[in-house]
């Protein structure tokens, strides 16, 4: 997903652009072995979306079109956070949820549609090539998936978007500008996903939901996300290594400790579609590639190559869309500089949802990492924000700007949010995923 919001940037600035992808890709909307963590509850944030939007006007009508509902982030979709129900009402906040192989072939088909860009399919990116007199990436080695074939493609620019696994610390050590710092949090997260049919009437209506435990009493996640050809996929999530069974009765039983029962109804209720697939993701993960002292232009980094974040918060897509933008700002005045301009901007890109997931995961005494100063009085204080966002929706709506990468979290600490959330007593009881939207069908069960 980073490559191609990243070809769909460059088109406007080179004249000939050529993916390399190590996996040949598929027509239709399969999971293929590159990208393994497609099979699971892949959600989009607003952020996300609107850069997607943009880019590819008409992709979310098609998408729309195939049956992936689109609403609003907050009126559609039910979240269940720190023990209630956030306030349903409109936000203005646009999204749609579609499975992650329906996303990205969509974003592919048109990306492959733009007419200076090219696909290598089945190729490895090997390493880089380098001038070292004149200290700048010429072009990439690359060799066939049978490793019958080797050549070097030449360019003015080379975009590392090969994920979490890159090997750019590696080659960068290889030119000789050493390795980038690497921060890690970890937080053995385990994924369980299976998919189901999706009715109307289901309690999870319109675009789905998530039911979350409250850290660090729980481990346990759930995402219920509504996709195209009337789906739900539904992931079950255990982090510190409390992994979700993939026995059918272990795995529904796992749905049931949630804190609220809606999860459990549907995969006991719903027919399945899939057998249950798993996923393990050891660490939050992110190099500081801003702050090399030397790094060689005509070379960038981008994705989950700089950072990827524990997927509960489901930031990844949306955060290689936004750093695409960037990239396509960054070129604006030329080629020169242009690697320490973009790894720049995208640190401030980074620099939020990575406060947002390592600052819960660091909620769990287990997990290892500096907490700043003031790290319980501000979770303290999110706690309240959580609770006054199940009624007020001046908190609701910041809190969700926040979500989705839209405002930074200190915005959360404004004057006008900070009042409401202080000044109003701690609601009791869990709230209602009834909200102000409009009434649930009959047999909604508030769990
Ligand atoms: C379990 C799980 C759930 C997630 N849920 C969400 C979610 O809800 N919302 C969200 O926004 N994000 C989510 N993410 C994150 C999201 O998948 C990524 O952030 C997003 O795909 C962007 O990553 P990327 O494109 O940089 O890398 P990837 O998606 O990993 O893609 C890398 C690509 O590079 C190719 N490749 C790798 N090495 C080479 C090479 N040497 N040569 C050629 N090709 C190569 C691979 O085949 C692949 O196609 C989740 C991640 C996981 C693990």
């Avoid at 998408?63 to 609403?71: F, I, K, N, S, T």
């Avoid at 369980?192 to 675009?207: E, K, L, W, Y």
């Amino acid at each position: 997903m980073g490559g191609l919001l990243a070809a769909r940037a460059l088109s406007g600035h080179f004249e000939r652009i050529t993916v390399v992808e190590r996996d040949l890709l598929p027509s239709g909307e399969t999971v293929r072995k590159g990208v393994p963590q497609s099979a699971h509850a892949h959600g989009l944030l607003a952020s996300g979306y609107r850069v997607m939007d943009d880019y590819f006007p008409g992709m979310m009508d098609e998408l729309e079109a195939a049956g992936a509902p689109r609403g609003d982030v907050v009126g559609d979709f039910l979240w269940f956070q720190y023990g209630r129900w956030k306030l349903r009402h409109r936000s203005g906040l646009r999204g749609i949820t579609v499975s992650r192989p329906c996303l990205e072939a969509a974003v592919r088909r048109r990306v492959k549609a733009i007419p200076n860009v090219t696909f290598l399919e089945g190729a490895d990116g090997v390493r880089p090539t380098f001038d070292a007199a004149a200290g700048r990436v010429t072009g990439l080695v690359v060799r066939s998936r049978d490793r019958s074939v080797e050549t070097t493609l030449e360019a003015d620019l080379v975009v590392d978007a090969s994920g979490r696994g890159s090997l750019s610390p590696k080659w960068l050590e290889e030119l000789g500008c050493g390795r980038p710092e690497e921060v890690s949090v970890k937080v053995n997260v385990g994924y369980a996903t299976r998919t189901f049919v999706r009715q109307p009437g289901d309690f999870f209506s319109a675009m789905g939901g998530i039911v979350s435990g409250t850290p660090p009493e729980s481990t346990r996640y759930a995402a219920v996300l509504a996709a195209e050809a009337d789906r739900w996929v539904v992931t079950l999530v255990g982090a510190l290594g409390d992994y979700p069974p993939t026995d059918e009765k272990a795995w529904a039983a796992f749905a049931a400790t949630l804190p609220v029962s809606a999860v459990h109804e549907l995969v006991t209720s719903a027919r399945p579609l899939t057998d249950i697939v798993t996923y393990r993701f050891p660490a939050n993960q992110r190099r500081l590639y801003e702050r090399m002292r030397r790094f060689p232009s005509g070379y960038l980094v981008t994705g989950d190559a700089i950072c990827s974040f524990n997927p509960i918060y489901g930031q990844g897509m949306s955060v290689a869309a936004t750093e695409a933008k960037a990239l396509d700002d960054s070129l604006a005045p030329g080629l020169d500089g242009l690697s320490q301009r973009f790894h720049v901007r995208a640190r401030k890109i980074v620099d939020i949802p990575w406060a947002i997931a390592t600052g819960e995961d660091l909620r769990f005494p287990q997990v290892e990492g500096r907490r700043p100063p003031g790290f319980h009085l501000v979770n303290r204080y999110l706690e309240r924000v959580h609770a006054v966002a199940s009624e007020d929706p001046v908190v609701c709506r910041k809190f969700f700007d926040v979500l989705n990468l839209l405002a930074s979290p200190s915005s959360l600490l404004s004057p006008v949010v900070a009042w409401r959330v202080l000044a109003r007593s701690a609601p009791k009881g869990i709230g209602s995923p009834l909200g102000k939207t409009r009434p649930e069908p009959a047999s909604s069960t508030p769990g």
